[in-house]
């Protein structure tokens, strides 16, 4: 069977997406059914029946299965070997062996035989503890996270073949499947949308930020690992297993040698160390032993010749010296270090943070950077109204009703409830649920603050027709049925609704129209609160005759001539303890950078505001960093403190980078896909 495009390319396909991969898959590979027409599949009816016979078995030959090999189990005795070629550890057992042969041959004087050798024993069975704790930690954590892993891959998909809708392992996904996918569903390999309906995926394993993506032909990419947060919808499967784009992240990290940490390293030297300087003065003393020796038996005494009592002597100096060198070892430190991490790992996990190795709580306590998300790491991922334009500026977050003019508002409230699809659940905890769009949730939680009940107010009004949010329009809106009539409230991008609007809402509540000099002023304030790293929403409203004929489909017909009721300000608040953290951080001299998938500007001001960014700092995109040489990567990283638009292989790449440089470098965050 011939193919008219390989795999490898199918794979570039997708990991080119921010270079204008759309663009060739409408030109050179005819859109997404030219492309499945390609690897032999059909954008509508899937797999051909024909290739069931054979299992497929040339497709998977030609462009992989969806499988992701693991690493292989490690079993208790190579952790216990791994634990055992600690240098300090054969130091201690080296000389071990040689205390209880010396002991017990050569027992020093007025020392019983019987018990000489109690030492180097002593020694053995601390050597024994040290290594078989590690051993056994290091086992239960790696079985319970094999465990952990193999429960979250156990996933059934449905996919499109011969024409009929069927469920297949998730591991059986084959390029050209056409794969159905809906609200919650895991994406199991890259697909190319074919056709959706309000589809939006949660890429936060893949860029950081918890936004869901809308997905069309504009930006038709589902990425594998990611989740669908809303609609439905199929995609053509273009790159599986370890060439999708969560394979080659996950193979990237299981490829990755194991290193040792600062501890380990330190221990090696210092056992080294001790080791070299305990032989010099083992020899030192010998050396002196033996010329006071001739001394005292050649000049003082006034022997001459030779005398098999010498021999005696002579082994009492070696056995002198070697003594010298194992006591020098501090055979207690590896059992003190072990048992201060196992004290930390049990901590750590009071706290629920599993810790999988045991070094691994010395590493993160001996950290030199730290490359840290911003959504939900550095700030709350709760967006908030933190300003507000309702006839006046308000610079504050919107709390007290009685800032505004009752019927303003009433207008506002009813249009940040009424004009959404999205729901709060456990508003009046300290920790509320946000179910949809963050922009919505934080409209329903300002009018939550102002003393609305959006449920109440969803219950009272009727809604006759509702226009969910267009990206091509950027703006969506929807018709209420009042007593008196019909209103329709419209809500959408600041710049957009500005140009529909001819009126506006006064601070009194009155309206007044929308001046030429005052639209200026608005769109001033809007760049304003942008530049500060806001998002705005601008909401408007106008009154519709009862007889209004409403169209069943097709566009709004009644977005023109609206009256301004405000503009929202709306930013993911900082925790309020990451500002001193990171100045803690910065004192004790750990470099913490910020690597994001939000854009430049944001990121940036997120940055400046918690401490981040400072005079002299660098910020770039991903794509202008991944296109450095390395050169120019290891020239600008000590100057580097963010990414914005960043990838996994950014973030991998720049943390390749610090390690390269002797850096010992902790991720945290939602990207922390990969160990290091």
């Known amino acids: 069977m011939s193919w008219s495009i390989t795999a490898e390319e199918l794979a570039d396909l997708v990991k080119n ?6 663009k060739d898959l409408a030109n050179v590979h005819g859109g997404v059914e030219g492309l499945a027409k390609k690897i032999n599949s059909d954008a509508k009816t899937g797999l051909p029946t024909s290739e069931a016979s054979t299992e497929y078995s040339a497709r998977r030959e030609a462009f992989g299965n969806n499988y992701i090999p693991n690493r292989p189990p490690i079993g208790y005795f190579t952790f216990l070997k791994a634990a055992l070629s600690d240098h300090t550890l ?5 000389a071990a062996v040689v205390s209880i042969g010396l002991g017990t041959g050569f027992p020093a004087p007025g020392e019983s035989r019987s018990i000489a050798w109690v030492e180097g024993f002593a020694i053995l069975v601390a050597v024994a503890v040290v ?5 056994t930690n290091d086992t239960l954590k790696d079985r319970k996270f094999r465990q952990l ?11 499109v073949r011969g024409g009929e809708s069927t469920i297949v392992p998730i591991n059986d996904i084959l390029a050209g499947d056409v794969v159905l996918v809906e609200t919650g569903d895991f994406i199991p390999a890259d697909l190319i949308l074919i056709e959706g309906s309000s589809l939006r995926s949660d890429e936060s394993s893949m860029t950081g930020e918890s936004d869901a993506v809308k997905k069309n032909a504009a930006n038709p990419w589902l990425l594998s690992g990611c989740t669908i947060t809303e609609g439905s919808g199929k995609g053509l499967a273009v790159a599986t297993g370890v060439r999708s784009q969560w394979g080659q992240i996950k193979a990237a990290t299981q490829d990755r040698e194991e290193s040792k940490t600062p501890l380990q390293e330190h221990l090696e030297t210092l056992a080294e160390n001790i080791g070299k300087l305990g032989v010099l003065i083992a020899v030192l003393t010998l050396i002196g032993l033996f010329i006071r020796w001739g001394i005292d038996t050649f000049k ?3 022997v001459s010749g030779w005398n098999s009592y010498y021999l005696g002597q002579w082994v009492r100096f070696l056995i002198t010296a070697i003594t010298i060198i194992v006591v020098a070892v501090p055979e207690g430190l590896p059992l003190a270090v072990t048992l201060a991490l196992a004290y930390s790992m049990l901590k750590m996990m009071k706290d629920q943070n599993l810790v999988r190795h045991l070094a691994a709580c010395e590493t993160m306590g001996g950290a030199t950077n730290i490359c840290s998300d911003k959504t939900g790491t550095l700030t709350q991922n709760r967006m908030t109204v933190v300003k507000l334009w309702a006839g006046k500026v308000i610079e504050e977050q919107p709390k007290d009703k009685t800032i505004l003019n009752e019927h303003t508002l009433q207008l506002l409230n009813e249009g940040a409830c009424i004009n959404s699809t999205a729901f709060i659940q456990k508003r009046d905890s300290e920790k509320p649920e946000f179910i949809g769009l963050k922009t919505e949730c934080a409209l329903l939680m300002m009018a939550n603050n102002l003393g609305t009940d959006y449920e109440k107010v969803r219950n009272e009004l009727k809604i006759v027709k509702a226009w969910p949010f267009s990206s091509r329009l950027k703006r969506m809106s929807t018709i209420i049925q009042r007593e008196e009539g019909m209103r329709i409230y419209t809500k959408g991008a600041s710049e957009v609704i500005l140009e529909i609007c001819n009126q506006h809402m006064t601070d009194s509540g009155t309206v007044n129209n929308l001046t030429p000099e005052l639209k200026a002023q608005l769109n001033k304030q809007i760049d304003a609160w ?7 929403l601008t909401l408007a ?3 519709l005759p009862s007889d209004t004929l409403i169209p069943e489909e097709g566009e709004c017909p009644y977005e023109e001539n609206l009256i301004l009721i405000g503009i929202v300000g709306i930013q993911d608040p900082l925790r309020p303890e990451v500002s001193s953290s990171i100045a803690t951080c910065r004192k004790a001299g750990i470099t913490v950078r910020m690597v994001t998938g939000d854009n430049l500007l944001t990121a940036k001001q997120i940055a400046k505001e918690c ?4 005079e002299g700092g660098e910020a770039l995109e991903g794509p202008v960093f991944r296109k450095l040489t390395l050169d120019q990567m290891d020239s600008i990283i000590p100057r580097l403190q963010v990414i914005a638009r960043c990838s996994p292989e950014d973030k991998l790449t720049l943390v390749k980078r610090l390690i390269h440089h002797g850096e010992v470098v902790a991720v945290t965050g939602g990207q922390s896909e990969f160990q290091v």
């Open 17 to 22: 997406r921010d270079s204008g991969s759309e």
């Open 90 to 94: 054969i130091i201690l057992m080296i």
């Open 131 to 135: 290594s078989n704790v590690t051993a």
């Open 149 to 159: 892993t193999a429960i979250t891959e156990d996933r059934k998909v449905r996919v």
């Open 300 to 302: 003082t005494q006034g």
């Open 530 to 536: 942008a530049s500060q790293g806001l998002r705005t």
């Open 541 to 543: 409203y106008k009154e």
């Open 611 to 614: 401490g981040i960014l400072t």
